[in-house]
């Protein structure tokens, strides 16, 4: 590959990433939004704990809402997190992407099985 077409591939991915990371974060802004609204009528209600659960167990509409909740977050994350390994911490671009990679990896695993967790009731 040439100078100018590894330049272009590099402009490219970095498009990507740009773009990934704009769409994953106006997911989250409706993420976040979402569960304000919930965890507001929740303490507002006087919901306990054990109440909010029952509430949600089971109910696919939650698992779907909070599984979009945690997808975003591990794409929007991981793709900042390379930001900054490359910014701050002088990494090069293969090294902080990996980085980033793992990093998203461990936040889609986690998350993933917090909202399992909460769906089956820990069963």
Known sequence: MNGASASHALGVAQARRWYWQRIS???????????????????????????ILGRTQGHWGFALFYGTFVLACSVHVPLGLASIAREWLGMGETAALWLARAFGVLLL???????????????
């Open 25 to 51: 974060a106006m997911v989250l802004a409706l993420c976040v939004l979402g569960h304000l609204a919930v965890m507001i009528y929740a303490v507002r209600g006087g919901l306990t704990g054990a109440e």
């Open 109 to 123: 695993v986690s998350g993933l099985r917090a909202v399992v967790a909460v769906f089956t009731a820990g069963l």
